[in-house]
């Protein structure tokens, strides 16, 4: 049985890149200065020019290289088997958060109440001076 390689389609890498990311069509196009439809042409081409290569590789926020080798299969392996220690060195540890969020949340909002009250002081002092001012 032989397995027939797939052509490098970059069109192709470019729509499932702009998918990964989220990204429509149309916000490409409006980065480009170009329609919908050319966008839609440029992803069924299996090359595409690398100054215009460069400029989508740009938008899509990775290289052109990134664009060129990309490979759907590596991204789902790399998640797949993706177990980095570095990550176990703040917050977190083997998945798991060690601190408590609801008193990293109850914090967040002592210091929202404080900056409200300040807040709130201040206007209490124009409208003392305003008024005052009629006087």
């Known amino acids: 049985m032989s ?3 797939k052509p490098n389609h970059i069109g192709h890498k470019i729509g499932r890149i702009r998918e990964l990311r989220g ?8 980065e480009l200065k170009v329609s919908q439809q050319t966008v839609s042409k440029i992803e069924q081409s299996e090359t595409v020019d690398e100054e215009l290569l460069d400029q989508i590789a740009k ?4 290289t052109p290289e990134g664009i060129k080798n990309f490979s759907e299969e590596a991204v789902f392996n ?5 177990n980095d220690n570095s990550v176990n060195h703040g917050p977190f540890n ?4 060690t601190f408590n969020p609801l008193d990293k949340l109850v914090e967040l ?3 929202h109440k404080k900056l409200y009250e300040r807040l709130l002081q201040c206007e209490r002092e124009k409208v003392d001076i305003l008024t005052n001012a009629g006087k």
């Open 78 to 82: 790399y998640f797949n088997n993706f």
């Open 109 to 111: 909002f002592e210091e």
């Open 23 to 30: 990204l429509k069509q149309e916000f490409i196009a409006h």
């Open 94 to 97: 083997n998945n798991q958060c």
């Open 59 to 62: 938008i899509l926020g990775v």
């Open 3 to 5: 397995t027939a390689t």
